[in-house]
């Protein structure tokens, strides 16, 4: 399961349970010291062996619950999943490596005959089972067929297990191996494209990985590199080689320049990243280990050294994109940091990484916001996440993605003595950053806009809301300094399309209503809006087969009473089984509008799908067919086409909006988990939508317009620097949330309060109705520093340049 729906806080027992915590943590460290430090007995507790159609196997139970911990099943899912079983089965299996424990082997064996079992004749996989009798979830949201996140674990484990079976079961390995392959083949055949780019926000970003996700390609990574080990071949290295160059090239910033030297985890949102999942850094060690490109080795060490880094001497956080948020830590999260450094130090030699490697497993043992041992080694238990800096917000659940990631991190340190000796590292002091919401500021002048939101379709809202300054408005903040020194101050906020870069649409007014029979002879005039292009998808690019195959043309025209909508599709099959709210399972077009450019939610969103009970126009904002609206649909040569009238007031407004712009966008996937649409952003954020003006008179084709000159100016009481305009007419395509440094070089706060003050700062054509949009600023030391003791009193320092990038390690 992604690890997002996995952190569900039960806070019932939290108080009773933290007074048994002082007792767990002193008996962990004795446990430390007289038995292993990696026990496997939760997860062994979890692993039930099953039977099915005569196959002996096991499923992993997902969820553990306070006090008792016994089984709980993911209520709608299933009861069981690859993503778990995958993974239980590479650390049964490293178990076996560090142990020769058969007990090990057989449990690994078990599992990764569910992983075969879940394999599709394609390679592709399913996730989840309903039943212990193996009854597959087909069509759920996080098992449907796919080479998403747990196909690409299940590769992981079919590859290790490969290697370590090798020597021990030849023949068992060998039907791992033909299952590893069917799915390295499925891989190499959706990196057709590789070497080309798409661009986005003026980055050059890698457009063939698979999923167009860094995190997930990067899992299969550490299959590949494991099974290469093991039965080295051109053609594994040379899909392992397409998936580990994309990685590569793909990393941004540098230490003091957002967002800071990461490997973003998506190929759409060049400035996120969450701790969940993101093997990057792994993945791109072990792969270069496996075929010697110290390239490989190098680009996971600069975000190592930068990006990771940060984390270690400032604090842990689960997400950046694009302020840092530390709350919802969780195992999965800690362990792609310490794996990430356990691999470079592996691929280098540099004890440095052993050390960092071992400052990041301390979380598990109380080195963490929350003060809490998050590791049992008497029971094998690791704790589901921390909400909170205090006892009551860690969630004292221990599910199989907590207990696995756990024991996988304490399996990378346990055996290389510097890194055990860090892990029992505790913080005493430290540098902190500071984060304030621009939109808690008190108002100085003007009438600023709020606007709310948790994500962009790139990147988290910082506390759920975000300011808009026009003309004339002028906010301040108090900020309190407690460590004086100097400090680099960032902005989080919207980057505006510059001169020459701003979408515009406009509708066409008709003074005679077309006909709804989907034949268009009356459009031939109505220009066309075209999803065709690359650019234009949000995921899934891999499956596209170019415009000719799988692409939309949209014409709109409007009434005082009615929005007129044509589609010609072009797709290679229609295929629709479902209806109503279930057409997302087969081929629908989905709409979305929107009041307006700064709406701050959808007016309504619906599908268009030709189902076995005719054409439907399905409203997901209400929950039934949209009032009023008439469809017709008929077969094309090459594709089909839809032809619609949507009363105004079906789709959210009183009247037909004229000499308005609303939002719009039109999207369908062309296969797997992809999603084509006219502006290539997320539909279901509001302000990503394609303005379209509702003008009356004659329509101009779509085109571009030129944007106005937006930025805002920021001053500071109390410090030598001088006021300063950030520029945010800066974007060559739309607008996006992004972190900038508001003073290039640092600024000395003295301790106490000073005032943080931020006003509109339009220059040319801004009119009246231009807005700078303010999300929070971000201020830490430049040169940052965090002060450890560790468990014979040894005192350590780390130390992280953010200027020049520099770092190390006193003792």
Same mark, same amino acid.
């Given at each position: 399961?992604?690890?997002?729906?996995?952190?569900?806080?039960?806070?019932?027992?939290?108080?009773?349970?933290?007074?048994?915590?002082?007792?767990?943590?002193?008996?962990?460290?004795?446990?430390?010291?007289?038995?292993?430090?990696?026990?496997?007995?939760?997860?062994?507790?979890?692993?039930?062996?099953?039977?099915?159609?005569?196959?002996?196997?096991?499923?992993?139970?997902?969820?553990?619950?306070?006090?008792?911990?016994?089984?709980?099943?993911?209520?709608?899912?299933?009861?069981?999943?690859?993503? @778990?079983?995958?993974?239980?089965?590479?650390?049964?299996?490293?178990?076996?490596?560090?142990?020769?424990?058969?007990?090990?082997?057989?449990?690994?064996?078990?599992?990764?005959?569910?992983?075969?079992?879940?394999?599709?004749?394609?390679?592709?996989?399913?996730?989840?089972?309903?039943?212990?009798?193996?009854?597959?979830?087909?069509?759920?949201?996080?098992?449907?067929?796919?080479?998403?996140?747990?196909?690409?674990?299940?590769?992981?484990?079919?590859?290790?297990?490969?290697?370590?079976?090798?020597?021990?079961?030849?023949?068992?390995?060998?039907?791992?191996?033909?299952?590893?392959?069917?799915?390295?083949?499925?891989?190499?055949?959706?990196?057709?494209?590789?070497?080309?780019?798409?661009?986005?926000?003026?980055?050059?970003?890698?457009?063939?990985?698979?999923?167009?996700?860094?995190?997930?390609?990067?899992?299969?990574?550490?299959?590949?590199?494991?099974?290469?080990?093991?039965?080295?071949?051109?053609?594994?290295?040379?899909?392992?080689?397409?998936?580990?160059?994309?990685?590569?090239?793909?990393?941004?910033?540098?230490?003091?320049?957002?967002?800071?030297?990461?490997?973003?985890?998506?190929?759409?949102?060049?400035?996120?990243?969450?701790?969940?999942?993101?093997?990057?850094?792994?993945?791109?060690?072990?792969?270069?280990?496996?075929?010697?490109?110290?390239?490989?080795?190098?680009?996971?060490?600069?975000?190592?050294?930068?990006?990771?880094?940060?984390?270690?001497?400032?604090?842990?956080?689960?997400?950046?994109?694009?302020?840092?948020?530390?709350?919802?830590?969780?195992?999965?999260?800690?362990?792609?940091?310490?794996?990430?450094?356990?691999?470079?130090?592996?691929?280098?030699?540099?004890?440095?990484?052993?050390?960092?490697?071992?400052?990041?497993?301390?979380?598990?043992?109380?080195?963490?916001?929350?003060?809490?041992?998050?590791?049992?080694?008497?029971?094998?238990?690791?704790?589901?996440?921390?909400?909170?800096?205090?006892?009551?917000?860690?969630?004292?659940?221990?599910?199989?993605?907590?207990?696995?990631?756990?024991?996988?991190?304490?399996?990378?340190?346990?055996?290389?003595?510097?890194?055990?000796?860090?892990?029992?590292?505790?913080?005493?002091?430290?540098?902190?950053?500071?984060?304030?919401?621009?939109?808690?500021?008190?108002?100085?002048?003007?009438?600023?806009?709020?606007?709310?939101?948790?994500?962009?379709?790139?990147?988290?809202?910082?506390?759920?809301?975000?300011?808009?300054?026009?003309?004339?408005?002028?906010?301040?903040?108090?900020?309190?300094?407690?460590?004086?020194? @100097?400090?680099?101050?960032?902005?989080?906020?919207?980057?505006?399309?510059?001169?020459?870069?701003?979408?515009?649409?406009?509708?066409?007014?008709?003074?005679?209503?077309?006909?709804?029979?989907?034949?268009?002879?009356?459009?031939?005039?109505?220009?066309?809006?075209?999803?065709?292009?690359?650019?234009?998808?949000?995921?899934?690019?891999?499956?596209?087969?170019?415009?000719?195959? @799988?692409?939309?043309?949209?014409?709109?025209?409007?009434?005082?009473?009615?929005?007129?909508?044509?589609?010609?599709?072009?797709?290679?099959?229609?295929?629709?089984?479902?209806?109503?709210?279930?057409?997302?399972?087969?081929?629908?077009?989905?709409?979305?509008?929107?009041?307006?450019?700064?709406?701050?939610?959808?007016?309504?969103?619906?599908?268009?799908?030709?189902?076995?009970?005719?054409?439907?126009?399905?409203?997901?904002?209400?929950?039934?067919?949209?009032?009023?609206?008439?469809?017709?649909?008929?077969?094309?040569?090459?594709?089909?086409?839809?032809?619609?009238?949507?009363?105004?007031?079906?789709?959210?407004?009183?009247?037909?909006?004229?000499?308005?712009?609303?939002?719009?966008?039109?999207?369908?996937?062309?296969?797997?988990?992809?999603?084509?649409?006219?502006?290539?952003?997320?539909?279901?954020?509001?302000?990503?939508?394609?303005?379209?003006?509702?003008?009356?008179?004659?329509?101009?084709?779509?085109?571009?317009?030129?944007?106005?000159?937006?930025?805002?100016?920021?001053?500071?009481?109390?410090?030598?620097?001088?006021?300063?305009?950030?520029?945010?007419?800066?974007?060559?395509?739309?607008?996006?949330?992004?972190?900038?440094?508001?003073?290039?070089?640092?600024?000395?706060?003295?301790?106490?309060?000073?005032?943080?003050?931020?006003?509109?700062?339009?220059?040319?054509?801004?009119?009246?109705?231009?807005?700078?949009?303010?999300?929070?600023?971000?201020?830490?030391?430049?040169?940052?520093?965090?002060?450890?003791?560790?468990?014979?009193?040894?005192?350590?320092?780390?130390?992280?340049?953010?200027?020049?990038?520099?770092?190390?390690?006193?003792?």
């Amino acid at each position: 399961m992604i690890a997002g729906n996995r952190f569900r806080v039960v806070l019932c027992f939290a108080l009773i349970c933290g007074l048994l915590m002082p007792m767990m943590a002193s008996e962990s460290v004795k446990a430390q010291s007289t038995t292993s430090l990696v026990n496997v007995d939760h997860l062994r507790f979890l692993t039930e062996p099953v039977t099915v159609d005569g196959r002996e196997m096991a499923i992993v139970h997902i969820y553990s619950e306070v006090p008792d911990y016994q089984w709980v099943d993911a209520a709608g899912e299933g009861i069981s999943a690859i993503d @778990d079983v995958a993974r239980a089965a590479v650390v049964y299996l490293t178990e076996y490596e560090r142990t020769k424990d058969a007990a090990m082997l057989d449990l690994a064996r078990q599992c990764l005959e569910f992983v075969r079992y879940m394999q599709a004749p394609d390679g592709e996989f399913y996730n989840f089972v309903f039943t212990r009798e193996g009854e597959i979830n087909k069509t759920g949201n996080t098992s449907y067929k796919s080479l998403t996140w747990w196909a690409m674990r299940a590769l992981w484990s079919l590859g290790e297990g490969v290697r370590v079976l090798d020597p021990v079961d030849k023949a068992f390995a060998d039907e791992l191996a033909e299952a590893y392959l069917l799915t390295e083949t499925a891989i190499g055949k959706v990196m057709g494209n590789y070497g080309e780019y798409k661009e986005l926000h003026g980055y050059k970003i890698p457009a063939w990985l698979p999923n167009e996700a860094a995190d997930s390609s990067s899992i299969g990574l550490l299959g590949m590199a494991a099974y290469y080990q093991a039965r080295p071949n051109e053609v594994t290295a040379e899909v392992m080689t397409k998936i580990a160059d994309g990685v590569a090239a793909y990393r941004l910033g540098n230490h003091y320049a957002y967002p800071f030297g990461m490997h973003p985890v998506s190929a759409s949102a060049p400035g996120n990243w969450h701790d969940w999942g993101a093997h990057m850094v792994d993945g791109l060690a072990k792969a270069g280990m496996a075929l010697d490109r110290q390239d490989w080795i190098a680009s996971a060490a600069a975000e190592a050294d930068s990006f990771f880094l940060r984390q270690l001497v400032l604090e842990r956080f689960r997400d950046m994109g694009v302020v840092p948020d530390r709350l919802g830590q969780i195992a999965y999260g800690t362990n792609m940091i310490v794996q990430g450094y356990m691999s470079l130090y592996k691929a280098t030699g540099e004890e440095r990484y052993a050390k960092y490697a071992g400052l990041a497993a301390s979380w598990y043992f109380g080195n963490n916001m929350a003060g809490v041992q998050m590791y049992d080694p008497a029971t094998g238990r690791v704790f589901d996440g921390i909400s909170g800096p205090v006892e009551w917000r860690v969630n004292r659940n221990s599910g199989a993605e907590s207990t696995i990631e756990g024991l996988m991190s304490l399996q990378a340190v346990a055996d290389v003595p510097p890194a055990v000796e860090y892990m029992n590292a505790k913080t005493t002091t430290g540098s902190q950053w500071l984060i304030k919401q621009a939109e808690e500021g008190r108002r100085a002048s003007g009438e600023p806009i709020y606007f709310r939101g948790t994500w962009t379709g790139e990147a988290n809202i910082s506390g759920g809301r975000y300011v808009g300054l026009g003309a004339g408005d002028v906010m301040e903040l108090d900020v309190d300094i407690t460590a004086p020194g @100097d400090y680099l101050v960032y902005a989080a906020n919207m980057r505006q399309p510059g001169q020459n870069a701003q979408e515009t649409a406009r509708a066409l007014q008709t003074n005679s209503a077309p006909t709804i029979d989907a034949k268009l002879d009356e459009w031939a005039t109505v220009p066309m809006l075209s999803a065709n292009t690359r650019k234009q998808f949000l995921r899934g690019v891999n499956f596209w087969q170019g415009a000719d195959v @799988d692409s939309h043309d949209v014409q709109l025209l409007w009434d005082a009473d009615k929005l007129y909508m044509a589609v010609q599709v072009r797709d290679p099959e229609h295929v629709q089984n479902y209806t109503t709210s279930n057409v997302w399972h087969d081929d629908a077009l989905w709409v979305y509008v929107s009041e307006g450019p700064n709406a701050q939610s959808l007016a309504t969103k619906f599908t268009l799908a030709q189902t076995p009970d005719g054409t439907q126009v399905w409203n997901w904002t209400n929950s039934g067919f949209v009032r009023g609206a008439e469809a017709a649909w008929q077969a094309t040569d090459n594709g089909y086409i839809f032809e619609v009238s949507l009363p105004w007031k079906s789709i959210g407004f009183d009247a037909a909006p004229s000499d308005q712009t609303i939002g719009l966008e039109v999207g369908r996937s062309v296969g797997g988990n992809s999603f084509m649409d006219l502006t290539g952003r997320d539909p279901d954020i509001a302000s990503n939508l394609l303005p379209v003006e509702i003008s009356e008179g004659e329509q101009a084709d779509a085109g571009e317009g030129s944007a106005p000159q937006i930025g805002f100016r920021v001053e500071m009481t109390d410090t030598d620097a001088a006021p300063v305009v950030v520029e945010q007419s800066v974007s060559p395509d739309y607008e996006y949330l992004w972190l900038d440094l508001v003073w290039k070089s640092p600024v000395f706060l003295s301790k106490g309060s000073h005032v943080l003050r931020y006003s509109f700062a339009g220059a040319g054509n801004a009119g009246d109705n231009a807005v700078s949009k303010i999300d929070a600023f971000y201020l830490q030391p430049a040169i940052l520093r965090r002060e450890f003791t560790l468990a014979d009193g040894k005192t350590v320092t780390l130390t992280y340049n953010t200027l020049s990038g520099s770092s190390g390690l006193t003792e």
